[in-house]
């Protein structure tokens, strides 16, 4: 799996899944996409983006700020999963937020490869 892949699996999930509601959609894609695991510490934070693969590898070729990352020209639809409480041990319990953010990637060759984290404007 290349560093672009493991991005796509870990944060695109377009056209959203349906039937999963809220913290369940968190709970679901993270272990149906393997960021999660049994046996595995929980992941603290994930965010997927509701938007097309191309959309974000067009976004490596925007300026990037002096940190070295790229955001998005627009806001795209978001779901961040954050882990309730602070215990990162099985069962991962996430509470599922909706957002409308731009979206910061850090790229190699051309690909996101990392999600930096997201801004509302």
Do not use: W
């Not at 679901?28 to 046996?39: D, E, F, K, S, W």
């Not at 953010?101 to 984290?117: E, K, M, N, Q, T």
Request: aromatic share 4%; net charge positive.
């Amino acid at each position: 799996e290349t560093r672009y892949e493991k991005f796509l699996r870990q944060h695109v999930d377009h056209p959203r899944t349906l039937g999963l509601m809220g913290h369940r959609y968190c709970a679901v894609m993270l272990a149906r996409r393997q960021v999660t695991a049994p046996g595995r510490p929980c992941k603290p934070s994930n965010t997927f983006v509701h938007a097309p693969a191309e959309d974000l590898v067009a976004t490596c070729t925007r300026p990037a700020d002096a940190t070295g990352f790229h955001s998005t020209s627009t806001p795209m639809d978001i779901t961040a999963c954050r882990l309730r409480g602070g215990d990162t041990r099985p069962p991962c319990n996430y509470r599922a937020r909706q957002l409308h953010h731009h979206v910061r990637v850090s790229c190699l060759d051309g690909l996101p490869v990392h999600l930096a984290g997201t801004h509302a404007s």
